[in-house]
């Protein structure tokens, strides 16, 4: 049998481009080496969501007595805590499992190779098949990377994966890399009372964020007793009797930092490794496989979506990647549009940022208007208790057309949306300013950090000289 469409990884670039493909009526083939839904619904993004919304709800019994509320022999039970992040991680894999069937999805489980440009070949276990397809998919994500560091063998050194699995919360953590993943698992720890250290080489955590939402931040988060140390490599990691000695170094001398574990956050890279690619005549290198705005690859048949082409590695930006390459193959025009790509980021607050920052602004040499509103003046963030954070709009000083927004603060991944659409549509900051929002809501900062754009924020005290 041929295929019209097949699809190699099933994650959430994979499992939509199958859906797609065979609501498009197509008869499609989805591989998958392990378990359906990816990195992102089995070791990323929804068991650390699980997980963080635990440690949420356990500061939130320990602040208590803030709301007039009293409770008495509190606690929580790590492996229960664990157990629920299993438990929802099989009900939605499940539903995917269901969505799948109900599309008539034929999912095969075993290892891909392509064996042509219209031919792969799969191996499970002792058997090995062989299968044609008209087009075909690649959606084969990222894997945890790992410095060349002496020591990272060691037992103690941690990846991702291996950090979800953890049965029990270390005494103490030291963190190798301040970017997405780095900071959300330090929020995690630290919130069931591990002692966190974060070591980054570059001279800012979460580099790729504004600068005025990380400073923010880098003040919370050592309030909730995280430390953060940048500018920095590490050096050598060793095991003691006692501890794990983790050596660092600034250019100028080097200390040593003693942790019981080590936890690696220094990025993923694409899993691009025994894909076959070469055979196929597919373009690729150590940073992904190379595409064109329509996630067509050098080979004609061929497409690639999500980590495995090193661009945007968000399970978001994977599923968009995979209707524009499903409905490609399936002889439609269908183009991938980055211009408002949202990013969250789960810390404590929570961060979510769309478009340029201030910087990526200035260095492009734009003319640009910059507004911030904090959540300190909105009345529902201080009923909740969460009036940490702010809200940044850039907007352009000629139009007023929405550049980019940046959010710290309660929900920041739910408010980011009114920033996305205004960018993908060519909203001006006065389009959001003059919709009503609704009172009392947390969507109150964004009209009034864009009401800052061509006039004066409403619920923010006036600066002397400022007409």
Known sequence: MTYDVAVIGGGPGGYVAAIRAAQLG?????????????????RGCIPTKALLKSAEKWQELQQCAE????????????????????????????????????????????????AGPNRLEVAGGTERQ???????????????????????????????????????????????????VGMEFATLLSAFGCDVTVVELLPQILPAVDSDIVKRLGLSLRKQGIKLVTGVRVTVIE?????????????????????????????????????????????????????????????????????????????????????????????????????????????KPEIATVGLTEQEACAQQLAIKVSKFNFAANGKAVTMGEADGLVKVIACAATGNMLGMHILGPHASDLIMEGALAIR???????????IHPHPTLSETVMESAHGIDGDILHQVKLKGRR
């Open 425 to 435: 549509n060519g909203l001006t900051a006065q389009a959001i300013a003059h919709t």
């Open 26 to 42: 197509g008869k499609v083939l989805l591989v998958e080496k392990e378990k359906l839904g990816g990195v992102c619904l089995n």
């Open 130 to 180: 062989s299968f044609s397809a008209r087009n075909i998919i690649i959606a084969t994500g990222s894997v945890p990377g790992m410095p060349p560091i002496p020591g990272r063998e060691l037992a103690v050194v941690l990846t991702s994966d291996e950090a979800l699995e953890l049965p029990a919360v270390p005494k103490s953590m030291l963190v190798l890399g301040a970017g997405v």
């Open 239 to 347: 095991q003691t009797e006692d501890a794990v000695a983790v050596t660092v170094d600034n250019g100028k001398c080097s200390q040593q930092l003693l942790v019981e574990k080590v936890l690696v956050a220094a990025g993923r890279r694409p899993a691009v490794a025994g894909l076959g690619l070469e055979t196929a005549g597919v373009e690729y290198d150590q940073q992904g496989i190379k595409v064109d705005e329509r996630m067509a690859t050098s080979a004609a048949g061929i497409y690639a979506v999500g980590d495995v082409t090193g661009r945007s590695m968000l399970a978001h930006v994977a599923s968009a990647a995979g209707l524009v390459a499903a409905e490609n193959a399936m002889g439609q025009q269908a183009v991938m549009d980055y211009r408002a790509v949202p990013s969250c980021i789960f810390t």
């Open 67 to 114: 709301f007039g509320l009293k409770a008495g022999d509190i606690g929580f039970d790590f492996v229960a805590i664990m157990a629920r992040k299993q438990e929802i991680i099989a009900r939605l894999r499940g539903g995917i499992e269901q969505l799948i069937k109900s599309n008539d999805i034929t999912v095969v489980k075993g290892t891909a190779t392509l």
